[in-house]
């Protein structure tokens, strides 16, 4: 069975700083994983996937992904937060049927 | 592309009467998903579709709820009758399948009062 744990549900960071968003998943398959981002009153926005090719996944928005087997981990990362980062971020696992487990949700908040 | 297409994009009704959302999925795209978002439960998938049949409807939460397929370009979601605890977004995505990823409309907010 398939299942993501998101930890932190509301994650906080000033402008410039890293961001870290962290995902756990369970998988009875090899799996493909993605990342999501949720703007206000908007709908879910693709920002990278693994679908086992490399493991360091690189996304729109300078957004990038790393897939741990040993640790069943594929923890969203960025180098330095923007503004306009502020959102609420989904990852998901991928069955061989196309049918998604999300997460939670952590909801980014960028100060400035 | 225009992307999934979904209307209306805000529905406010009134308890027990009917509701029906509409979705338009992206031209090629053969799966189609309906989901529903809460702040209490989160996002939640309701049923979905492979080449226009439905194939796990597992999540649609009660007898009340329903959804079609007639063609690969169209899809409704009804819910017959509407109830206050229905107010939430209900997003539609599709995809390729074999590609996995899920392409998701603007959503549809269902207020019920």
């Known amino acids: 069975a398939q299942s993501v744990t998101q930890l932190g549900s509301h994650v906080s960071v000033s402008e410039g700083a890293l961001v870290l968003l962290r995902c756990n998943y369970s998988?009875?398959?090899?799996?493909?994983l993605f990342w999501y981002v949720q703007y206000p009153n908007q709908g879910l926005q693709l920002l990278l996937k693994?679908?086992?090719?490399?493991?360091l996944v690189k996304g729109i928005n300078g957004f990038e992904a790393e897939f741990k087997k040993s640790e069943t981990s594929f923890h969203l990362t960025k180098p330095s937060a923007h503004m306009s980062d502020a959102a609420e971020y989904f990852c998901a696992v991928s069955d061989n049927f196309n049918k998604f487990y999300f997460g939670s949700g952590t909801k980014l908040n960028v100060k400035p | 592309d225009a992307g999934v297409i979904q209307s209306p994009r805000h529905e406010v009704t009134e308890m027990g009467q009917e509701v029906t959302l509409r979705c338009k999925p992206i031209s090629g795209h053969n799966s189609l998903f309906w989901y529903r978002q809460t702040m209490m439960r989160g996002l939640e998938l309701l049923i979905y579709f492979n080449n226009n049949v439905p194939i796990d409807d597992s999540g649609m939460p009660e007898d009340r709820f329903s959804a079609k397929m007639p063609n690969a370009s169209f899809s409704t979601l009804k819910i017959q009758p509407s109830e206050p605890r229905d107010s939430a977004v209900y997003f539609c995505?599709?995809?390729?399948?074999?590609?996995?990823?899920?392409?998701f409309g603007p959503g549809t907010r269902l207020t019920v009062t």
């Open positions: 693994y679908t086992s090719a490399a493991t």
């Open positions: 995505a599709s995809s390729l399948m074999g590609r996995h990823e899920q392409y």
């Open positions: 998988s009875s398959v090899p799996p493909y």
